[in-house]
């Protein structure tokens, strides 16, 4: 089997999922960008293979069972198994004035939306990808997250965290214990799941407001793509280090 590593990126068009693409095509790894817009994809693969990156485009939307399945197809054929996934695709669902999202009003078809996108289309790819992981001998699993689905901080009347969310916020934290729940299964074994927060980060996400560049929201995620064996997993992370849930 090929020495080289393959990775597989959710929502890598753009944005912070991009960027991690294009952080481990550096370090060597062969990426597949997966994306659920043809067009999208295909100018994001073009970006990374010109900038020298072995990219492949992995048509993905995540919220499709059958996109799941056909994706994990194309990376057997590309690649026979898949050592680095890195669940990244996500959405704040829509917000009032501030980037409120005010739960004495939510719309529920709204919340169904994003949980659909940032923690059912996770499961799915995930498990639609595990046989292909199972074949690495260095499995990684990285959550994208964010730090305002952290309950101790949204608890804590100190800590700045923003406008009240009540859609994404709790989608988060339903992935953070998605995440708990999957390195639970996984003890004993060599696959190594954790959880990311970029940062506040300027993308389309947020209107391109946030003090972080997609490529400094990348770095705590190819951190935990690359984990060394025997390194953590089940823990949320940020830049300066592990999250409290
Ligand atoms: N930006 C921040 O400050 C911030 C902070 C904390 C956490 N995060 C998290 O970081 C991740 C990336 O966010 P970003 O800021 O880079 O946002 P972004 O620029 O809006 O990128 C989001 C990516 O997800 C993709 N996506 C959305 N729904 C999808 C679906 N159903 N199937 C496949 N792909 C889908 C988008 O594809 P399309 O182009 O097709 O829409 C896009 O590629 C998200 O999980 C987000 O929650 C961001």
């Known amino acids: 089997m090929s020495e080289t590593k393959i990775a597989l990126v959710t929502g ?124 690495s001998t260095s499995p990684r699993i990285v959550n994208v997250s964010s730090s305002v689905g952290s309950l101790t901080r949204q608890a804590d009347p100190d800590t700045e965290i923003g406008p009240v969310m009540a859609a994404y916020a709790p989608s988060k934290s339903f992935l953070n214990a998605v995440t708990v729940q999957y390195a639970r299964q996984f003890a004993g074994t060599d696959i190594l799941i954790n959880a990311a927060c970029p940062g506040l980060v300027a993308t389309d996400f947020n209107g391109f407001h946030g003090p972080r560049t997609p490529e400094q929201g990348a770095a705590t995620a190819i951190r935990l793509a690359t984990l060394p064996d025997g390194g953590p997993t089940g823990s949320f992370f940020e830049d300066d280090g592990v999250i409290p849930w």
């Open 12 to 135: 890598a068009n753009k944005g912070i999922g991009y960027e991690i693409a294009s952080g481990l095509g550096a370090l060597g790894y062969r990426v597949g960008v997966g994306a659920r817009d043809e067009a999208r994809r295909a100018s994001a693969v073009e970006k990374l293979r010109a900038g020298g990156a072995d990219a492949f485009g992995v048509p993905l939307d995540v919220t499709d069972d059958q996109s799941a399945i056909a994706a994990a197809e194309l990376i057997e054929r590309q690649g026979g198994r898949l050592d680095v996934l890195v669940n990244n695709a996500g959405i704040s669902g829509e917000t009032g004035p501030g980037w409120v999202q005010d739960p004495t009003t939510l719309d529920l078809d709204l919340v169904r939306t994003v949980v659909e996108t940032n923690v059912i289309g996770v499961i799915r790819v995930t498990n639609a990808m595990l046989p292909l992981l199972r074949r």
